[in-house]
């Protein structure tokens, strides 16, 4: 039953890791946690009050591990992407699947450089309402900008 859902012709990777979105014509950042990327779409958990509508377009920017020339290392997407679905996730939040604009550069990669694993250990929570994302967040609008 599983496979009749499935909806991607890609393979996917899980994370837990953050990424950010914005509509085209704001310049406040929301945060979400990403959930599985692949090269041409990424789903992400978001809070409802901050969960955009299918058809919406949307700046994206989350970073990933992928191989470049045969050894591990990250990357980064920073472009427009198009809401394509959302749907219910744990209660409060809302799960957002987006089409990429541009395929990621690399294919990802579910292992983790060791360099990032000592900056954000895996399985970390990620508390979307936490007074550091906020700083976190007025550091990437002005990145944005």
Same mark, same amino acid.
């Given at each position: 039953?599983?496979?009749?859902?499935?909806?991607?012709?890609?393979?996917?990777? %899980?994370?837990? /890791?953050?990424? /950010?979105?914005?509509?085209?014509?704001?310049? &406040?950042?929301?945060?979400? @946690?990403? +959930? $599985?990327? =692949?090269?041409?779409?990424?789903?992400?958990?978001?809070?409802? $009050?901050?969960?955009?509508?299918?058809? @919406?377009?949307?700046?994206?920017?989350?970073?990933?591990?992928? !191989?470049?020339?045969?050894?591990? $290392?990250?990357? @980064?997407?920073? %472009?427009?992407?198009?809401?394509?679905?959302?749907?219910?996730?744990?209660?409060?939040?809302?799960?957002?699947?987006?089409?990429?604009?541009?395929? !990621? &550069?690399?294919?990802?990669?579910?292992?983790?450089? $060791?360099?990032? =694993?000592?900056?954000?250990?895996?399985? @970390?929570?990620?508390?979307?309402?936490?007074? &550091?994302?906020?700083?976190?967040?007025?550091?990437?609008?002005?990145? +944005?900008?």
């Amino acid at each position: 039953m599983h496979a009749q859902n499935e909806r991607r012709r890609e393979p996917r990777v %899980h994370y837990s /890791w953050p990424l /950010w979105f914005r509509y085209d014509n704001c310049r &406040e950042l929301n945060r979400g @946690t990403v +959930f $599985d990327l =692949s090269k041409s779409a990424v789903s992400f958990s978001v809070p409802q $009050d901050q969960c955009p509508a299918p058809g @919406t377009h949307l700046v994206t920017r989350f970073g990933y591990p992928c !191989l470049v020339d045969e050894a591990l $290392d990250m990357d @980064t997407y920073h %472009h427009y992407s198009e809401v394509s679905r959302v749907q219910p996730d744990k209660p409060g939040f809302c799960r957002v699947v987006l089409q990429l604009h541009q395929p !990621l &550069e690399h294919q990802p990669h579910p292992d983790v450089p $060791d360099y990032v =694993s000592t900056v954000a250990p895996e399985n @970390t929570p990620i508390n979307v309402q936490s007074p &550091e994302t906020a700083n976190v967040s007025q550091e990437y609008a002005e990145a +944005f900008a």
